[in-house]
């Protein structure tokens, strides 16, 4: 549960970003979003900062915030260079961890899958990103994590703009047959799981059409 107004602003628009509700291209104002939750504008200005850190939001100079909106060739890079750090720590988990290692992701993989099936979309969303995100903590290097997180929230964004409702943007299924290769110890299987993961999820890249939306109806503030 958030514990700040701060936090609860964070999810709200994460949210809004992951549902669609605020589209690609949005651009967020201090003041608007200062007078939507009651906030003063440098916790605005600190929110969207760490959602800019995410990946979610593009900070141009002189223009201010907009949700982001990778084109159809940074997605290409993007998904690339996820293959490349993703089989990184697929090596390093072989050799650096034991089956006990993975209980915690066994837990995380079940919330997703609980999350999905009571149709709590956005928990859905937020669990299936973080598994990449847990998988590469084990593998314990720190640069690592931090070039994933920034990739994954970059193409979980994109995955769950073009997935019709109802269709997983990360599948829980696909988590579960890595950690039984990693847990086996079978580098091989637990590299061709985790390709053909991330395969998947390029795949699920449709283009879908725009929509119109009113900000404070898309944060729930109606």
């Known amino acids: ?51 800019a850190a995410d990946g979610l939001v593009d900070i141009e100079r002189n223009r201010g915030a907009y949700i982001a909106s990778p084109t159809d060739e940074e997605a290409y890079e993007m998904f690339e260079l996820r293959q490349t750090l993703e089989a990184l720590v697929m090596h390093k988990l072989i050799d650096k961890t034991r089956k006990s290692d993975y209980a915690a992701l066994r837990a995380l993989v079940k919330r997703e899958r609980d999350a999905y099936m009571r149709g709590d979309r956005p928990q859905w969303i937020r669990l299936s990103a973080e598994f990449h995100i847990e998988l590469a903590k084990l593998a314990g290097n720190s640069l690592v994590v931090e070039a994933l997180r920034r990739l994954v929230s970059r193409t979980t964004l994109l995955i769950s703009a073009s997935s019709p409702t109802g269709q997983q943007p990360c599948s829980f299924d696909e988590h579960a047959a890595v950690l039984d290769a990693l847990e086996k110890k079978d580098h091989t299987k637990a590299h061709e799981e985790m390709m053909h993961h991330l395969g998947q999820c390029a795949c699920r890249l449709l283009d879908r059409p725009s929509q119109r939306f009113d900000l404070r109806s898309a944060l729930g503030k109606t």
């Not at 906030?39 to 760490?50: F, M, S």
């Open 1 to 51: 549960m958030p514990t700040s107004n701060e936090d609860r602003m964070y999810l709200e628009i994460y949210d809004a970003i992951m549902e669609h509700r605020l589209p690609a291209g949005t651009k967020l104002t201090e003041e608007g979003l200062g007078e939507i939750y009651g906030i003063a504008r440098h916790t605005v200005r600190r929110v969207l900062a760490k959602l």
